[in-house]
Every structure is written in structure tokens, then in C-alpha cells.
């Protein structure tokens, strides 16, 4: 099939142009875009914005993803759940069972709040998997004091392949905030344990010591008794407290995971992630096992430029080991960005991005990520085309899928870098700002050229996901935008527009890929190969509507892009909790 026609492509960039009429300027000199409102905005209850293949329970409020593990056959989702309402509150752990990380199995709640160490809430930790087998699960609780203390409990049955029932040790808590400096309402969030080469297990624990944001590091023979080892595993100075710490190996340009139970081995290197800044960022370094501290490749002094691992609605993630493909696997939470009225009214809230293999790209420099395999079982109906050009103002026309539930796969390939515009380091410190600056409507050497969807039949909501390419002196950059400012006409909506920067060597690649999965109110994309992911909800008046939606191949850049592949599938609906054993 051709590009659309000139007469469609003009219509797009009148309709652009259109929308940029509406900007202002806020009193901190941020853009705002003031959208045409429709005479009839639909109700925000609609089933139709339940994502269909994406993690959440039936109803109420969901957050972090808590304990992720595959064990006797069963992968275990455990999350942070209000059983009483979709806004936060009264929080338990959640639990589900998978055998394929796609279709899930509801449980009863694992960890409810009953006991002096977590009566005021049981917040988020981690599974590990000891000698032996033995399960342990070692999270937060808000005690009586309201202090924030480490405890453990241990599946009553290890032989119930569905662990529905877990039971507290009698000498909860097992790790208290005591010591000098140590923020008792900022200490929480445990990792994984892992293995020393003294034998001993060892955690780490996000705290705020001295003001500072710190991994503290605890040692234990049997994981009952903890002892503070006198240094942290990492701190820093640039930020107060560090949510959902995690700690693991990887072995650069391999994709299969390191168990930390095991021995790591030679040419290893260590991931700290934490969350902060509502997003998600790591370091990649060496676990120094003398010092038993982590030392980071580079040292940022401005965590701006710190490396994420979603550049959009993505935080609190938690990683693990699956001893059943030897890959490591990676969870994060992604809320609403509705209001808390509109929540109510739904009766749900939050979800949980699709789990994505995660491993570290062959020069050292960054971890990839692409979702897991299993999630192509829901594929049907694929579409494929082959060497479309688009040219500047094109439009291509992606039919005959189903727009709401999709899987796009598009490899873009440049036919010139003559025009490639400069490169401004300045633009890292807020991508955000330049996606905004530079959006969609306007024209760049090479660039923007991308997806769109979630697109009404005028164009009036659509959102956006789109690439620049800039040369830097020795290097290209590329930008990856997801712009949701124009996805909805429903007033009160948090609309950013999200991005993020990956270096690419186009002469040797040639190709820069972007894969979106679509499901209803989730985008989820995954640039260059899985350098930057970007997660967003969108909430379209047209999804209610109309039931439908057009999607786009695009280029409004001055170079002609060619896409050598295009390939798309609409995605089936999971059974994602709807059975309760």
C-alpha cells in the first residue's frame, strides 16, 4: 500500500498547526496547550479504558509489584493493593500465579496488616529463593510507632504450588532503623538477598541517613538475623531517599540472567536501580567484594543525567531472576493519570507494564529491555508491508488491525544524514521540554518520524510516538518522544510529553526499530532496539465513542525516511485475573 495522499498530509499538518494555535505560556514559562473541548465528553467509567493484556486485579488500587519470582512451575506477581477502594490506602500485598507471564490467577491477599510490626501498613520487598530451595519474602511494615521496620514471612505450605497461605516469624521485625542519622520514617523497600563470598546473605534496605539518600547493606547467616554492616552498599548526596533499591548482576551484550544466589561470573557488572524523581534511574558499576560496597562506573554529580529505565510512567520497578528461560525479568507500576474523582468512579486504579527481559547492551554503557516473548501468544491477524518511502508530510495508513489492542513493530532506515540538525547537550537535562519544543508539527532535518495512534477519524486526539536524529561531534543522537498533549479532549488529564536520548551508530545498524504495544489506555514503546522504553496512559473521548481508532506511519522531516519492514498483529484479550482459585 502507498503513503496516504498529499491532500491527507496537509490536513494532518493544518490540523497540527491548528493545535499549536492554542499554546500559551504558563507563569513558570512551561508550554500548556489549551485543547478544543468537545460539546459531549464522555464518562471516564468506560470498560473500554481496562487495558486487555496488561497486569491488574479486577478492581481497586494497585502500586508497586512486590516479590516477583518463578518457583515449582508458577511465576508469582505479588503487588501492593488496597483491598477496600481504588484510591490509595489500607494496603495489603496482592497475589496472583502465572504460568506463562501473561494469563494470571488471582489469590488471597499473601501479607495483610495484623500484627505490632506492620499494623500501619505492609509496604513493598522482595522474594528470595535461599539454599535448598526455602522461600523467604522479607518487605516494610509501619509499626505501632509508625516507624519503618524490615520483616519476614515464610510460605506455611512450600508444597502448594500456588503458596496461597504465608506466615510471620515470631521475631518480626527482624531489621529496626536504630543507629545514628537514620530517618525511621525513610527505611524501607528490602532487595533481593544475595550471596557473599563469606557465605553470608546479604540485603540492602533505601534509607535516608544524614539527610542523604543510601542503600544500607545488612549481613545474615540464616536471613532471620540481620546485622548493619558500618557502610552503606552505595550513597549519595543528591537526593534524600531512595525508594524500591535493586541490586543485580548482568554480563555486557548477554542476554541470559545471573542468578545472585549463585557465583557471579568473570566480567560481571552490578546494577544499582532506585526511585526517585517519579521515575525509575540506575548506575551500572562493579561490586567491589572486598569493600562490599558497589562502586559505579561514572559518578553524575546532576541525577538528571542519570540513566532511567523507562523514560515515561514507570516506577517502582523490581527485577528477578527466572530460573526457568535463565533470563532476568523486570516489572514496574504505572498509575493513573486521570484524577482521584475520576478513580472513584471507576472503581480501579494502576497497573502494571508488561514484564520485559532486561540485560546489558555489548559496549557496557546501558541496559536494554523488550517484552518478554510469551506476550506474542496473544498475537493474530498479522499485517505486513514492506518498503514504504515516506517522504516529508506523509502519511501511511496502518489497517487492518485492531488499533486498540496492537502490537507494531516499524524499522525505520535513513536514505540521507546530509541534514541531520546539531546536537545541544543541554537538551538532557529536560528532555521533556525539548519533546514539547519539538514536537510532531515541526519540521527537522531528519525527523520526526515515527507512530501514530490512538488517532480519531479528524485527528482532534491522537497521540504520538516519534524520532530525531541529531549529530553530535562524534556521534548520532536520537530523540524518542510519546507526546499524549493532543491524545484526549477529556478535560483534567495529565498529557506530558515524554522522552529520552540514545546514542546510535547509523552506519553500522542502518535501521532505527520502534516496537508500541497498544492496549486501550496503556502505549508501552521500545526504541532502537530497547535503549529507551516509554510507558503512558491515554484516555481518548474517541475510544468511548466511537469504539475505534486510525493509526499512522509518519514522517514530517525534511530527508525521506524508508520502512523496510512494517509488521502488526492485533493483540486477544488475557484472562489477566478474572478466575480466583
Known amino acids: 500500500m502507498a503513503p496516504m495522499s498529499q491532500a491527507w498530509a496537509f490536513s494532518f499538518l493544518l490540523l497540527l498547526a491548528l493545535f ?69 490506602g489500607n494496603i495489603v500485598w496482592g497475589h496472583s500465579v502465572s504460568t506463562d507471564l501473561v494469563n494470571w490467577i488471582r489469590l488471597e491477599a499473601a501479607i495483610e496488616r495484623d500484627t505490632p510490626s506492620d499494623i500501619n501498613g505492609c509496604w513493598t520487598g522482595s522474594a528470595t529463593i535461599l539454599t535448598g530451595g526455602q522461600l523467604v519474602i522479607i518487605y516494610t511494615g509501619a509499626d505501632t510507632e509508625k516507624r519503618q521496620v524490615q520483616n519476614i514471612v515464610l510460605p506455611k505450605n512450600q508444597s502448594d504450588p500456588y503458596l496461597r497461605e504465608w506466615i510471620k516469624v515470631g521475631d518480626n521485625p527482624v531489621i529496626e532503623p536504630v543507629g545514628p542519622g537514620l530517618n525511621s520514617s525513610q527505611f524501607r523497600d528490602p532487595t533481593t538477598g544475595w550471596i557473599g563470598p563469606d557465605g553470608l546473605w546479604r540485603i540492602a534496605v533505601g534509607a535516608e541517613l544524614n539527610g542523604y539518600s543510601a542503600a544500607l547493606l ?24 531512595w525508594e524500591c533499591p535493586d541490586f543485580f548482576a548482568v554480563l555486557p551484550g548477554n542476554k541470559s540472567g545471573l542468578d545472585l544466589s549463585a557465583a557471579i561470573p568473570n566480567g560481571a557488572k552490578h546494577v544499582l536501580k532506585m526511585s526517585l524523581d517519579s521515575c525509575d534511574k540506575y548506575m551500572i558499576g562493579v561490586y567491589d567484594l572486598k569493600l562490599d560496597t558497589f562502586v559505579p562506573d561514572t559518578v553524575l554529580e546532576d541525577r538528571r543525567l542519570w540513566l532511567r529505565i523507562d523514560y515515561g510512567n514507570y516506577y517502582a520497578s523490581k527485577s528477578f531472576f527466572d530460573s526457568k528461560k535463565g533470563r532476568r525479568i523486570i516489572w514496574g507500576w504505572t498509575n493513573e493519570t486521570d484524577s482521584s474523582s475520576d478513580d472513584v468512579a471507576k472503581g480501579w486504579a494502576g497497573i502494571h507494564a508488561i514484564p520485559r527481559t532486561i540485560w546489558l547492551g555489548g559496549d557496557g554503557k546501558q541496559l536494554l529491555q523488550w517484552p518478554v516473548q510469551e506476550i506474542e501468544s496473544l498475537h493474530t491477524g498479522e499485517i505486513s508491508h514492506q518498503g514504504i518511502e515516506l517522504k516529508k508530510g506523509d502519511l501511511f495508513e496502518i489497517k487492518g488491525t485492531d488499533t486498540l489492542q496492537a502490537d507494531v513493530e516499524i524499522d525505520f532506515e535513513l536514505t540521507s544524514n546530509n541534514n ?14 525539548h519533546c514539547r519544543e519539538a514536537d510532531a508539527s515541526v519540521h527537522g532535518g531528519v525527523g520526526p518520524f515515527g507512530l501514530v495512534v490512538l488517532a480519531s477519524d479528524n485527528m482532534e486526539e491522537h497521540t504520538t510516538v516519534h524520532f530525531r536524529v541529531y549529530k553530535s561531534q562524534h556521534k548520532y543522537m536520537i530523540l524518542m518522544c510519546s507526546d499524549l498533549r493532543r491524545s484526549s479532549l477529556r478535560p ?21 526499530s520502534l516496537r508500541t504495544l497498544i492496549d486501550r489506555s496503556a502505549v508501552e514503546s521500545f526504541g532502537g532496539g530497547g535503549r529507551v522504553c516509554i510507558m503512558a496512559r491515554v484516555y481518548p473521548v474517541a475510544l468511548v465513542d466511537d469504539g475505534g481508532a486510525r493509526m499512522y506511519a509518519f514522517n514530517n522531516g525534511s530527508s525521506t525516511v524508508r520502512v523496510p519492514q512494517l509488521r502488526a498483529w492485533s493483540m486477544t484479550r488475557a484472562q489477566v485475573n478474572v478466575n480466583k482459585v
Open 420 to 433: 541531520t540538525d546539531p546536537f545541544d547537550p543541554s537538551w538532557l537535562l529536560d528532555t521533556e521540554k
Open 218 to 241: 545488612y549481613k545474615s547467616k540464616d536471613f532471620l538475623t540481620w546485622t548493619r554492616v558500618d557502610h552503606p552498599l552505595y550513597s549519595s548526596k543528591t537526593f534524600s531517599m
Open 20 to 88: 499549536s494555535s492554542f499554546l500559551i505560556c504558563s507563569s513558570n514559562g512551561e508550554r500548556v496547550f489549551l485543547y478544543p473541548q468537545s460539546p459531549k465528553v464522555s464518562s471516564i467509567v468506560s470498560k473500554r479504558y481496562r487495558t486487555a493484556y496488561h497486569f491488574q486485579p479486577p478492581k481497586n488500587w494497585i502500586n508497586d509489584p512486590n516479590g516477583p519470582m518463578y518457583y515449582n512451575g508458577f511465576y508469582h506477581e505479588f503487588y501492593q493493593y488496597n483491598p477496600n477502594g481504588s484510591l490509595w
Open 492 to 512: 483534567g488529564l495529565y498529557t506530558p510529553a515524554y522522552g529520552g536520548f540514545f546514542e546510535f551508530d547509523l552506519e553500522k545498524e542502518k535501521k532505527i
